[in-house]
Antibody, heavy 121, light 110 residues
Framework: EVQLVQSGAEVKEPGESLKISCEGS????????IAWVRQMPGKGLEWMGI????????RYSPSFQGQVTMSVDKSISTAYLQWSSLKASDSAMFYC??????????????WGQGTLVTVSS | QSALTQPRSVSGSPGQSVTISCTGT?????????VSWYQQHPGKAPKLMIY???KRPSGVPDRFSGSKSGNTASLTISGLQTDDEADYHC??????????FGGGTKLTVL
């Protein structure tokens, strides 16, 4: 069974750093892209970017380029999303998704349960 | 790129059909056969309902169908059920490894 399990909710202060995780299981982790999506309170989904665990090829949405860093540790089938200096406006729910890209299609077929990030002083 | 345009809300009665539109441009919806739709119940993760414009993943009822004409994609739900009440998000490939979502549509089953 394909599963993506994300790390738990975080409460941080402005200026702090943060790294959240997304562990994949039940499939070949290095053969599928991982997508990250933001959902601000009461709003729609926003595409942040994708990373390919096989070679760490990473593509950011222009809106998020330079604001976050995506990475993977394929030895433990885990993808990460990190911030070096959080702002209150980073408060949101973040989802990871197993993402198909290419001849097999262009969509996320499995999703993690989400990680809620709250940034407040 | 700008978000795709979806109606903020639609509604229908049990058993009826509803269609949710998703309008983009020739750089996203109009340029690729790569529109997907996601259902999201409150407090839950998105769930893939339609991919490649009109394909259904295994387990998704055939009451859900997708189509595209020009720069507009549509999701039609027939035989509405109370459990269909949720937010629906469209997404399109926009080239150069980028994707764009719509603002989401809240479906109310009256």
């Amino acid at each position: 069974e394909v599963q993506l399990v994300q790390s738990g909710a975080e409460v941080k202060e402005p200026g702090e750093s943060l790294k959240i995780s997304c562990e994949g299981s039940g499939y070949s982790f290095t053969s599928y892209w991982i997508a990250w999506v933001r959902q601000m309170p009461g709003k729609g989904l926003e595409w942040m970017g994708i990373i390919y665990p096989g070679d760490s090829d990473t593509r950011y949405s222009p809106s998020f380029q330079g604001q976050v860093t995506m990475s993977v540790d394929k030895s433990i089938s885990t993808a990460y999303l990190q911030w070096s200096s959080l702002k209150a406006s980073d408060s949101a729910m973040f989802y990871c998704g197993r993402h198909l890209f290419g001849s097999s299609g262009y969509y996320s077929d499995y999703w993690g349960q989400g990680t809620l990030v709250t940034v407040s002083s | 790129q700008s978000a795709l345009t979806q109606p903020r809300s639609v509604s229908g009665s049990p058993g009826q059909s509803v269609t949710i539109s998703c309008t983009g441009t020739s750089s996203d919806i109009g340029g690729y056969k790569s529109v997907s739709w996601y259902q999201q119940h409150p407090g839950k993760a998105p769930k893939l309902m339609i991919y490649d414009v009109s394909k259904r993943p295994s387990g998704v009822p055939d009451r859900f169908s997708g189509s595209k004409s020009g720069n507009t994609a549509s999701l039609t739900i027939s035989g509405l059920q109370t459990d269909d009440e949720a937010d629906y998000h469209c997404c399109s490939y926009a080239g150069n490894y980028s994707f764009v979502f719509g603002g989401g549509t809240k479906l109310t089953v009256l």
